[in-house]
Structures are given as structure tokens and as C-alpha cells.
């Protein structure tokens, strides 16, 4: 968006919840057009209300770009979370920052030497290669995931 030099308060916009990630929940086969005109509908209309004006041919080249990249070059089944059963898909990065916690509170100093990082790395890998094989045998349980929203103006 930076590049097609789209109005920082229109990439602030169109960036906030029930716009542009609303593309990731919708049936795939809904994502063009009837998803991405969803998208422009609302933003529009959001813009106009705050008296803020649509940059119809910046736009026009964001969406040619969208259609190449993400319907094409990186086809919706590798980032659209419609149909994946709920509990397997993590929408927020809260796990990353749990994860980040608790790998900070293995070293007792800020900066570990070399090899007692790579000892506490071994040990998580460890442990998680293990989960994981727990959970594909049924010995263990996958953490819950919250749900995803599919906004209620949408029609599928």
C-alpha cells in the first residue's frame, strides 16, 4: 500500500477489524468478487462518514495486485481460515507472546551465553516435538484457539 502510495489514513482504515480480514473468513469462493466488493462497499462508506475521500485509482491498483498475489500466486487455501475446524486455527499472536514469556523466563540472565541457548532451545524443541506427538495419538489435547468472526453484513 505504501508503495501505491494509498493515504496513510486509508491504509490506517481499511487495516482496522471487519475490512481487509474479513477476506480471511469467507468461503473461497466468495472472496472475489463478492468479498473484496463487501470490502470496498464498507470502506467507502466508512470513509464517508468520516468525511474522508475514496482514492478510487490508488485503490483500483491495490486490488489488481491483490487479485495477482493473494488469489493467484498464493492461492486463498494457504491463508483463508474458512472451512478449517475452529479450534485449530489461532487468530491472534498471543501464543507467540506466551511463548516469548516463558522462553525469557528459562535463562536467568538477559543474555545467555551461546551454548545455554541452545540448550534451553533443545529442551523447548523437545517438549513441543513431543506435545505434538501426544496430541496426534490422542495422549494429549490441543490448546484452544479462539474463534473466528465471519461479520454478520456479509452475506454467504
Known amino acids: 500500500m505504501r508503495k501505491l502510495h494509498i493515504p496513510a ?6 487495516m482496522l477489524r471487519g475490512f481487509l480480514d474479513s477476506l480471511t473468513v469467507i468461503p473461497h469462493d466468495r472472496i472475489d468478487p463478492h468479498g473484496v466488493n463487501y470490502v470496498i462497499g464498507k470502506f467507502k462508506s466508512a470513509l464517508r462518514e468520516r468525511g474522508t475521500e475514496y482514492s478510487l485509482a490508488k485503490w483500483v491498483e491495490f486490488w ?11 492461492k486463498p487455501h494457504l491463508w483463508n481460515v474458512y472451512g478449517i ?7 491472534t499472536n498471543n501464543s507467540l507472546e506466551r511463548y516469548n514469556r516463558e522462553l525469557n523466563g528459562a535463562f536467568l540472565t538477559a543474555r545467555p551465553n551461546i551454548p545455554t541457548f541452545v540448550g534451553v532451545i533443545g529442551d523447548h524443541a523437545s517438549h513441543y516435538v513431543t506435545l505434538l506427538e501426544d496430541i496426534a495419538r490422542n ?18
Open 9 to 14: 489514513e486509508e491504509v490506517t482504515g481499511v
Open 139 to 156: 495422549r494429549a489435547r490441543a490448546p484452544p484457539h479462539g474463534a473466528f468472526v465471519i461479520p454478520q453484513d456479509f452475506a454467504v
Open 85 to 91: 475446524q475452529r479450534m485449530l486455527v489461532n487468530r
Open 64 to 74: 489488481v495486485y491483490f487479485r495477482k498475489t493473494w488469489l493467484e500466486t498464493y
